[in-house]
């Protein structure tokens, strides 16, 4: 199956084909099976990310005792693992830069 170009923005959540100043974070070449992949982590980012917010409220559990937080950590890195094995090399090469990506 061919790839296509795809415009990423992490922050809104957003897979464009058509490239505008805020999707532009990232470039990335994807079958839609991939693409499918991807739409699912920033499902999983988002209801990780709930999931934390909703913690906030209980002031006695601390961050680092925190499965919500845990969860939205791994769910980040794995989107930004996605991104960086698909993407083109600006966005490998920025991706490398903020280090959040775990050294296997």
């Known amino acids: 199956m061919d790839k296509q170009k795809y ?3 992490v922050g809104q959540g957003e897979i464009s084909r058509i490239p505008y100043q ?5 470039v990335i070449y994807a079958t839609a ?8 982590k920033f499902e999983g980012m988002h209801e990780a990310s ?3 917010y909703k913690r906030t409220h209980i002031p ?3 961050y680092h ?14 989107v930004y693992q996605t991104l960086y094995d698909l ?12 280090g959040v990506l775990r050294e296997e």
Do not use: C, W
């Open 7 to 9: 415009f990423i923005s």
């Open 22 to 26: 805020e999707n532009d974070d990232f």
């Open 33 to 40: 099976e991939e693409i499918l992949m991807l739409r699912r």
């Open 50 to 52: 709930f999931d934390s």
């Open 60 to 62: 006695f559990v601390p």
């Open 65 to 78: 005792l925190d499965t919500a937080n845990d969860v939205y950590d791994d769910t980040i890195t794995g």
């Open 87 to 98: 993407g083109d090399e600006n966005t490998k090469n920025h991706i490398q830069t903020m």
